[in-house]
């Protein structure tokens, strides 16, 4: 999916969006004249290596982050009968993703402390690489 701004090139993502591609270096998307493209697609590899072409910015759709983030709940509360945890994780997670400014950061260097775990099975290990690549 591509999105032109139509609007005389105003930003149209939410004030504090980040995009470390955009052009100019600083990592910020500025509200500007220049036209930009932002690529949004599913974790397949392929869909990545064609946007970098062709889009300023990448972003992964939600609807994939939860799917992430729910493989990701297990590493954070691994026990067969903490299901109603890894809910209230999720849950909570996913808010933070919609709230918060900084929430992908905060939620990077959660999942990198959890690959520090060192009960975890080979899946979560394998779960929480995926999600941060």
């Given amino acids: 999916?591509?999105?032109?701004?139509?609007?005389?090139?105003?930003?149209?993502l939410p004030s504090g969006a980040q995009c470390a591609n955009y052009p100019g270096g600083n990592g910020k998307i500025r509200p500007t004249t220049i036209t930009y493209y932002l690529g949004i697609a599913d974790g397949a590899k392929n869909n990545w290596s064609f946007l970098e072409q062709h889009t300023s910015c990448q972003l992964l759709d939600f609807f994939h982050?939860?799917?992430?983030?729910?493989?990701?709940?297990?590493?954070?509360?691994?026990?067969?009968?903490?299901?109603p945890k890894r809910t209230i994780w999720l849950d909570e997670r996913c808010k933070q993703l919609k709230r918060e400014p900084g929430a992908v950061e905060t939620l990077i260097t959660e999942i990198e402390k959890l690959?520090?775990?060192?009960?975890?099975?080979?899946?979560?290990?394998?779960?929480?690489?995926?999600?941060l690549t």
């Fill in 1 to 12: 999916m591509f999105i032109k701004p139509q609007n005389g090139g105003q930003n149209l």
């Fill in 115 to 131: 690959t520090q775990k060192t009960s975890l099975t080979k899946s979560s290990k394998e779960n929480l690489q995926a999600a």
């Fill in 65 to 83: 982050v939860t799917e992430y983030l729910a493989n990701v709940s297990y590493a954070a509360y691994p026990g067969k009968t903490d299901k």
